[in-house]
């Protein structure tokens, strides 16, 4: 069965630092990968995106993921964390069965020492 | 509409009682997805809509759960009788085609059920 695995439920790191949050998944075929970011009281929000082609993705907020097949992994990255980045963070595996649908992990809470 | 659209934006509702929560989607998405966000269970996917037909209803947890959705358009989840593990924010989502397209988030309905 397809699953998401998000090691990190809680992350902190301080401003300026660098981030990585990790996702591994499980799917027989070639995933559709996604990273959504979820602020309080609000929806989700897509911060990027793979589906083919180069296995480095940009995002949207400065956020870049990278695919590595080999490790199952879709790790995502920031170089600098704002304080404005603190907010909870959703790997999810899509295109199962051709449909759209998302399979999520569990969600990595982010906070952001000043 | 501009965005994917929720309501109410809250229910509180008395074991027992049925509910329904509207979910009206971008214009032109053919695409609709429910989700269920709890605490302990993550972002759970429901059901999902291709035009007017649901080829995956795979998530809806029990016969008490039902969605519909008419004229490619507006989708109602309708919980009956509802019980106290029913509580949880419910999210909709909509995409132009399906898995290939990106899935825009609403607010989600966030119910509690005493």
């Known amino acids: 069965a397809q699953s998401v695995t998000q090691p990190d439920i809680h992350i902190t790191v301080s401003e300026g630092a660098s981030l990585e949050l990790r996702c591994n998944y499980s799917y027989g075929a070639t995933p559709y990968l996604f990273w959504y970011v979820q602020s309080p009281g609000q929806g989700l929000q897509l911060l990027l995106k793979?589906?083919?082609?180069?296995?480095l993705v940009q995002g949207i907020k400065g956020f870049e993921a990278e695919f590595k097949r080999s490790q199952s992994s879709f790790n995502l990255r920031k170089p600098s964390v704002h304080w404005s980045d603190a907010a909870e963070y959703f790997c999810a595996v899509g295109g199962i069965r051709g449909g759209g649908k998302l399979i999520f992990g569990q969600g990595t809470e982010l906070s952001v020492k000043p | 509409g501009a965005g994917v659209s929720q309501s109410p934006s809250n229910k509180v509702t008395e074991k027992g009682k049925d509910v329904e929560l509207r979910c009206d989607p971008i214009?032109?998405?053919?695409?609709l997805y429910w989700y269920r966000q709890s605490l302990g269970q993550g972002l759970e996917f429901l059901i999902y809509f291709q035009g007017n037909s649901a080829p995956d209803k795979s998530g809806l947890p029990s016969d008490r759960f039902s969605a519909e959705r008419t004229g490619g358009s507006v989708s109602t989840l309708t919980i009956q009788r509802t019980q106290q593990e029913d509580s949880a924010v419910y999210l909709c989502?909509?995409?132009?085609?399906?898995?290939?397209?990106?899935?825009?988030f609403g607010q989600g309905t966030r119910l509690t059920v005493v």
């Open positions: 793979y589906f083919s082609g180069d296995t």
């Open positions: 989502a909509s995409s132009l085609t399906g898995s290939y397209t990106e899935a825009f």
């Open positions: 214009s032109g998405h053919t695409a």
